[in-house]
T-cell receptor, first 112, second 111 residues
């Protein structure tokens, strides 16, 4: 089954404790993105990647890092999480010429 | 940068038509999308329209694009309780992967 998976689905952590949210897709897509969803703000793009070792900042990259060492994986790293990073995070993937982004199920992160 | 705006809430009676509106600022946007998010789930692409089109119909869904006014709308005919969800308008801007989403419109269908 074609899908985008994220882990964990739920995470509660404390300020300053480094964490990684994994994202994996099995569709051989070149493009991958991370978004955060906040009430009243919709989805905002954090980072995106056009292919392996090619990443670029989205609209709200501060406080986040990403890497793309393999085509299927695009982890989101929070080196020192803060409470304002409490949000619902979505990973998405797509391929050139395909108009649809496929979204993962989301990761709800709470930073206390 | 691109700005995409939607009203936050819409309530309709079952069987009526729903119209969800969206305005955007970047006239160079090529693809415009409507996504649906059901409670606790990710986003699912409902439909999309190219900027060189005025209208697209797909079963109960009709998308209208007014490029002059930078206005996009989604009409759902014969709205059902299963249509209750948040609907996001999205436009590409600054390149294929640069997609800007609106704030989302929560559609409530009253039985």
């Amino acid at each position: 089954e074609a899908q985008v998976t994220q882990n964990p689905r739920y995470l509660i952590t404390v300020t300053g404790k480094k964490l990684t949210v994994t994202c994996s897709q099995n569709m051989n897509h070149e493009y991958m993105s991370w978004y955060r969803q906040d009430p009243g703000l919709g989805l905002r793009q954090i980072y995106y990647s056009m292919n392996v070792e090619v990443t670029d900042k989205g609209d709200v990259p501060e406080g986040y890092k990403v890497s793309r060492k393999e085509k299927r994986n695009f982890p989101l790293i929070l080196e020192s999480p803060s409470p304002n990073q409490t949000s619902l995070y979505f990973c998405a993937s797509s391929s050139p010429g395909n108009y649809e982004q496929y979204f993962g199920p989301g990761t709800r992160l709470t930073v206390t | 940068g691109e700005d995409v705006e939607q009203s936050l809430f819409l309530s309709v009676r079952e069987g009526d038509s729903s119209v969800i509106n969206c305005t955007y600022t970047d006239s160079s946007s090529t693809y415009l999308y409507w996504y649906k998010q059901e409670p606790g789930a990710g986003l699912q692409l409902l439909t999309y329209i190219f900027s060189n089109m005025d209208m697209k119909q797909d079963q109960r869904l009709t998308v209208l694009l007014n490029k002059k006014d930078k206005h996009l709308s989604l009409r759902i005919a014969d709205t059902q309780t299963g249509d209750s969800a948040i609907y996001f308008c999205a436009v590409n801007s600054g390149g294929y992967q640069k997609v800007t989403f609106g704030t989302g419109t929560k559609l409530q269908v009253i039985p």
